[in-house]
Each structure stands twice: as C-alpha cells, then as structure tokens.
C-alpha cells in the first residue's frame, strides 16, 4: 500500500429510525491502519454504524472525522464516493451482469484511471485474492467464497485510505469461512489499511483485529485487545 493510512474518530455518534433509537453516544478512536472487529448480538447497531462509515446513513447526532477532515455531523454528510472507502458485504454485491474483471475494474472506472492501467490493476488484484484465471468469468459461475474474493479484489482495486466489511464471512460454509478469514487477515496485514470489521464471530474477530469492540444496546461496552496468542488458529 502506497498511501498512509488514515485514522478515524468517532465523537458522540448517535442514530434513531424514528422512536427506536439505535446507537446512543458512540465514542471510538481507531488508530491509523488498525483493524477494529465490531461484535454484538443481533440488532445492537453494527451495521447502522458501519452505514454512518460508509456514508449510507447520516449521524444525527457526534461527528465523524477521517484523519483531520470532518466527513459527517448532523450538519454535514460526505457521499459515500467521496469518502475514499472500500466495502464488501454479506451477500457480495456483485453485478451480475458484468464479468468477475469488469466488477473488479468498477471503482478504478469511476475515478477515470485509463482503460491500461485499468487491465494491470485488476489483473493484480485478481492474483492477489487467488482469482488469476477468473477475470472473464461471470460471478453466476463461481461458488460463494470465489464471489466474496470478488468483491475483496473490488474493495481494494482503488487503495482506498479505509476497508469496511459487514459479516462478508457469513454465507459460507465453516471450514471456508475459516481459511478465508486466515487470507483476509494476512491481506489486510499485507495492505495496512485501517479496517473495520462487523461480524458475529469472537474467533473470526479474534483472528483479524487488533481491537475488538463490543456493542450492546447501541453503546460500546467494553474494547478489548488481541494479543497476537488470542489470534492464532486453535
Ligand atoms: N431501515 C430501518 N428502519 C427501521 N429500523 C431499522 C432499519 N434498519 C435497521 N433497523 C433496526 O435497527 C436496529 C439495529 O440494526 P442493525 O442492522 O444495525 O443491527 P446489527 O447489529 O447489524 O444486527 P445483525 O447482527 O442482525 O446484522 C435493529 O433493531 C433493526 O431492526
Ligand atoms: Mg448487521
């Protein structure tokens, strides 16, 4: 990773749908480059809060900063594609229509990268995440975890400055989700972004992040951080 990355600041966040309020006072720092696993029971806000991360929904109370640069209040909402991030989510999210290449080139596209340099990312992307040979295909012709490479190599292709993931382990089968989880943390390692990781697992968080926050009843009850022995595979 070329780029330095990025901190992000969490200051007072909170979200209501309607009454039903759904994250109350949310204070977090998160290191430049580290990994923040996101846990909690069903419900608690994880990916409401990833949403006000994406840009997909607008804190309505707290601020929300990238490095030094204020990216939303209640006053202000940076889009989501001017925020400089990368996503996958549970059920890929992937085109149907376009080859596994032309989803993966989606986002280096958008930022008008020429079509050269466009074939040379993509391709290294694709052997990045063991997809070498995949680029012409269709993703209605790969199993679910080649799908959720996919959508990593598409999550990375631009070097955005901050990785979000939501449950993107969870449609697969156990022993995959495992060797998957042992890829993704040495990827992420690898690329030194700073990432946030929403998931249900405790081992999978413990395997990928360097802290893991626990959220309850739309607050954050306790941080704890993973030494490299809570890590290792059983
Ligand atoms: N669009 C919406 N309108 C109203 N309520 C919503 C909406 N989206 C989510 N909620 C509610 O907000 C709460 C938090 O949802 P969220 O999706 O953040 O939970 P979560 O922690 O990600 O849960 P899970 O682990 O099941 O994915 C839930 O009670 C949910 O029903
Ligand atoms: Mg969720």
């Given at each position: 990773m070329t780029r330095s990355p990025v901190a992000v600041t969490l200051k007072g966040i909170g979200y209501a749908f309607g009454e039903h309020r759904i994250l109350n006072h949310i204070d977090l720092d998160i290191e430049p480059g580290s990994i923040v696993a996101l846990l909690g029971p069903?419900?608690?806000?994880k990916s409401t809060l990833l949403k006000i991360l994406a840009g997909l929904l607008e804190p309505q109370q707290g601020t929300l900063h990238f490095g030094e640069r204020l990216i939303a209040s209640a006053a202000k909402s940076t889009p989501p594609e001017q925020r400089d991030i990368g996503m996958v989510f549970q059920d890929y999210a992937l085109w149907p229509h376009m080859t596994v290449a032309q989803n993966v080139a989606f986002p280096l596209l958008m930022r008008r990268v020429s079509a050269h340099e466009r074939q040379q990312r993509v391709m290294q992307a694709l052997q990045r995440v063991g997809l070498g040979d995949f680029a012409a295909r269709k993703p209605s012709d790969l199993s679910g975890g080649q799908q959720q490479r996919v959508a990593l190599a598409r999550a990375i292709i631009a070097e955005p400055k901050i990785l979000l993931f939501d449950e993107p382990l969870s449609n697969l089968d156990t022993d995959l989700r495992e060797s998957l989880c042992l890829e993704m943390a040495t990827l992420l390692r690898q690329l030194g972004t700073t990432a946030v990781y929403v998931t249900h697992d405790r081992r999978e968080a413990e395997i990928l992040a360097d802290r893991i926050v626990w959220l309850a009843a739309g607050s954050v009850s306790a941080i704890q951080t993973v030494t490299s022995l809570s890590g290792e595979p059983a």
């Open positions: 069903s419900g608690c806000g």
